[in-house]
Antibody, heavy 116, light 107 residues
Framework: EVQLVESGGGLVQPGGALRLSCAASGFTFSTYSMNWVRQAPGKGLEWVSYISSSSSTIYYADSVKGRFTISRDNAKNSLYLQMNSLRDEDTAVYYC?????????WGQGTLVTVSS | DIQMTQSPSSLSASVGDRVTITCRASQGISNFLAWFQQKPGKAPKSLIYAASSLQSGVPSKFSGSGSGTDFTLTISSLQPEDFATYYCQQYNSYPRTFGQGTKVEIK
């Protein structure tokens, strides 16, 4: 069974930083591309970032480019999102999602709250 | 960026009703279109990929169609567990983009 478990969310002040993790199990992590998707309270889904299986290709949404960094450690079956210079509008539940083109499986999400 | 527009934004329906949700892409995306179901407080669940292919384990009451710019998700006979918000998403190009969602509520 595919499992994706996010962690690292919490309350942070504007301008602060946070690192999210996504622990993967139940599949061969190193062969799948991965994504981060977020959902602000009461709002829709917003794709944030993509990383290919070998980390050779990375994409970001314009809204986070230059502030967020996606990475992965295939030896640890883990995906990361380093979030710097956080803004109020980054407040959201952050999901990791496995993709083989379409998004196949999602984690349960971790809540990031940016507030003073 | 490719804009995805869903309609309606919300609908009220009764158990047993046939429900259709529409998704339109701002440019052609072939069949690189997925549908997701999300219940309150839960992660999205993948229903359909490649516009019309059911994900493993998804009941056949869900069906998808379309190609190019116009797509539909149909629920043949609405059941209590189907009341949720549904999103379309294009995976033809980056940035990946979602529709704004369609909330299916009980009439």
């Amino acid at each position: 069974e595919v499992q994706l478990v996010e962690s690292g969310g919490g309350l942070v002040q504007p301008g602060g930083a946070l690192r999210l993790s996504c622990a993967a199990s139940g599949f061969t992590f190193s062969t799948y591309s991965m994504n981060w998707v977020r959902q602000a309270p009461g709002k829709g889904l917003e794709w944030v970032s993509y990383i290919s299986s070998s980390s050779s290709t990375i994409y970001y949404a314009d809204s986070v480019k230059g502030r967020f960094t996606i990475s992965r450690d295939n030896a640890k079956n883990s995906l990361y999102l380093q979030m710097n210079s956080l803004r109020d509008e980054d407040t959201a539940v952050y999901y990791c999602a496995r993709s083989s083109g379409p998004f196949d499986d999602w984690g349960q999400g971790t809540l990031v709250t940016v507030s003073s | 960026d490719i804009q995805m527009t869903q309609s309606p934004s919300s609908l009220s329906a009764s158990v047993g009703d046939r429900v259709t949700i529409t998704c339109r892409a701002s440019q052609g995306i072939s069949n690189f279109l997925a549908w997701f179901q999300q219940k309150p407080g839960k992660a999205p669940k993948s229903l359909i990929y490649a516009a019309s292919s059911l994900q493993s384990g998804v009941p056949s009451k869900f069906s998808g169609s379309g190609s190019g710019t116009d797509f539909t998700l149909t629920i043949s006979s609405l059941q209590p567990e189907d009341f949720a918000t549904y999103y379309c998403q294009q995976y033809n190009s980056y940035p990946r983009t979602f529709g704004q969602g369609t909330k299916v509520e009980i009439k």
